[in-house]
């Protein structure tokens, strides 16, 4: 976990993760879309970001996950966090859908070799590691960080 931790810390750039907060506070709408595991860590960062009076939709079903994407526009962000790029292959056409919207689109990611990232605005890639045996805790570290910066700079 301590190495983990470490590559978080060495490989996320603060000026990058400073202007996507820019850009989402900014946003008109917010969306969170997760899958399994980090669906669960996208309902936090809703929690989170909603106790600094940002207010983002999180898509729980398919379905809206379609709604969602279909209603943003280009002051719109959609964040797709996926520890090990799961939901690329495991939703072609939402993947699709997202690279078709005006929204800028954001894929947060830990595994270090997803091959579909093209298909969004921007990838993070939080590790230059996969670390298997600790599950999302790459994912998570770096949320909690995302989210506590987002209230220092933006929080009431």
Do not use: C, W
């Not at 603060?14 to 969170?32: K, P, Y």
């Not at 859908?97 to 270090?112: D, L, R």
């Amino acid at each position: 976990i301590t190495t983990a931790v470490q590559d978080v810390l060495q490989t996320i750039d603060i000026r990058v993760i400073d202007e996507l907060l820019q850009e989402i506070h900014n946003a008109s709408t917010v969306v969170l879309i997760g899958y399994s595991a980090t669906l669960e860590l996208a309902k936090d960062i809703q929690t989170s970001l909603l106790s600094s009076k940002k207010v983002v939709f999180l898509g729980e079903t398919e379905d809206l996950q379609q709604k969602l994407i279909t209603s943003l526009d280009k002051q719109s962000v959609i964040i797709v966090i996926s520890s090990y790029g799961t939901l690329l292959t495991k939703s072609p056409e939402l993947v699709q859908m997202i690279s078709q919207s005006p929204a800028k689109s954001v894929f947060i990611t830990q595994n270090t070799k997803n091959m579909l990232t093209n298909q969004f605005s921007q990838t993070i890639h939080v590790t230059t590691e996969n670390y298997v045996q600790i599950g999302t805790y790459p994912l998570t570290f770096f949320f909690d960080y995302f989210t506590r910066r987002y209230a220092a700079l933006y929080g009431s």
